[in-house]
């Protein structure tokens, strides 16, 4: 029998959740990839193979700009696994206009925060089955440049944005993640699975790359040793591994040293995130509730 922790890993074909899902595999975990491409899946298999031969992996479709289809790929994951020791929500992106999802979302607010609150949602089950068990949020600093939050309105605002006004936007789908994962902590209070969520700091890899200039920039940046990704992969898989953490639920934690860190205002308070819970499930059982 297979003694290997098993662990399902969003956004780990690039990026960050790359080096994730490496470092993972050197940890003798079996993974779980959630992702869209086959192409990428298989050339991932290629460098986990070479870093930690004989590590098993599945791979599970899905396009996360379509919480349907995340809800579809969750069930199968749950049908798959007798048991989920870890579940890490690390996909991302940070769009420069505004798309919206054929299920009436902005994109970045459905791949960030409502995809995996959708994915989580569905394994809650089989997480609190598995317990101990973990569930850890890739959220991000940007979270601070949030603005103003009604939890109401932003989880389907689809309003265009310039490129300028886009950090604002993506900081609150952070936020939110943020918010999520500490109130998402204290309603698995008691069940033996802790929810936490990191700040991985400013990386290179994958920056802004929907920007005509960021392959150079992010060359020019790797050259300066600025923005080095290991260190943000670093945060996650401590999270998810580390002993230390084994217990400790519903924290957010900083890429340096595992600081500990407060929630950005406005999304601070119990009474707001639980709000903002509240108002994503309802938005989501009408979404969901029509595909049962």
């Known amino acids: 029998m297979d003694s290997r922790p098993i662990v399902v890993i969003t956004g780990a074909t690039s990026g960050l959740g790359r080096l994730v899902a490496l470092d993972l595999a050197r940890h003798g975990a079996h993974l779980g990839i959630v992702a869209r491409s086959p192409h990428k899946v298989d050339a991932l298999r290629h460098e986990i193979e070479e870093a930690a031969p004989g590590t098993p992996v599945d791979a599970f479709s899905a396009d996360l700009t379509s919480l349907r289809d995340v809800r ?15 579940l890490v929500n690390n996909a991302g992106l940070h769009a420069f206009s505004q798309r919206v999802t054929a299920e009436g979302f902005a994109e970045m607010t459905a ?65 939110m993640d943020i918010m999520f994962s500490q109130e998402l902590g204290r309603r698995l209070a008691g069940t033996g699975v802790t929810a936490n969520c990191c700040d991985p700091g400013f990386n290179v890899s994958g920056l802004g790359r929907e920007l005509p200039f960021a392959g150079a920039l992010e060359r020019i940046l790797k050259t300066l040793r600025i923005g080095d990704p290991r260190r943000g992969a670093g945060i996650i898989t401590r999270l998810a591994t580390d002993p230390a953490f084994a217990e400790t639920t519903s924290g957010y ?18 009474k707001i995130q639980a709000e903002l819970w509240e108002a994503t499930a309802a938005v989501l059982e009408g979404v969901l509730s029509a595909d049962a």
């Open 111 to 175: 791949v960030n925060y409502l995809a995996p609150w959708v994915l989580t949602e569905t394994l809650r089950g089989k997480l609190v089955a598995s317990a101990p068990a973990r569930v850890v949020t890739v959220a991000s600093e940007a979270a601070r440049q949030a603005g103003h939050l009604d939890p109401a309105r932003d989880v389907t605002r689809t309003a265009e944005y310039t490129r300028r006004e886009s950090m604002v936007h993506y900081g609150r789908s952070k936020l």
């Open 72 to 86: 579809r790929a969750g069930q199968e994951i749950d049908a798959h696994y007798d048991s989920i020791d870890v």
């Open 253 to 270: 934690f900083s890429v340096k040293d595992a600081k500990p860190l407060l929630c950005p205002e406005p999304g601070r308070s119990e």
